[in-house]
């Protein structure tokens, strides 16, 4: 069974950072894609970066040169380093995996960390 847990969410001026963290608990291997999402009030979800199973990450254009995806194999830990934050960045952002290829639903996702950018 996997489990993933988010952290570093938080209130941030417009132009700040935050570096978002998802803990995995359980297996986790490199036959998996993993992914970034977030939800603003009122919308739906939405795919911000993705990391597939050749290790390859792709981002949304709105945060492209932005935002960054890592993934710590050794902490089993990926991270989401956010620069230049706008307000309409604000919203709850959670991890997701799945197994196999990033081009379907995902199975597994966390409680997600809230974000707020203030202008």
């Known amino acids: 069974q996997v489990q993933l847990a988010e952290s570093g969410g938080g209130s941030v001026q417009a132009g700040g950072s935050l570096r978002l963290s998802c803990a995995v608990f359980g297996y986790v291997g490199n036959g998996y894609c993993m992914a970034w999402f977030r939800q603003a009030p009122g919308k739906g979800r939405e795919a911000v970066a993705t990391r597939d199973v050749q290790g390859n990450t792709n981002y949304a254009d709105f945060v492209k040169g932005r935002f960054t995806l890592t993934k710590d194999n050794g902490e089993s830990i990926m991270y989401l380093q956010m620069n230049s934050l706008a307000p309409e960045d604000t919203a709850r952002y959670y991890c997701?995996?799945?197994?196999?290829?990033?081009?379907?639903?995902?199975?597994?996702w966390g409680q997600g960390t809230q974000v707020t950018v203030s202008s």
């Open positions: 997701a995996a799945r197994y196999g290829s990033c081009n379907g639903e995902m199975k597994y």
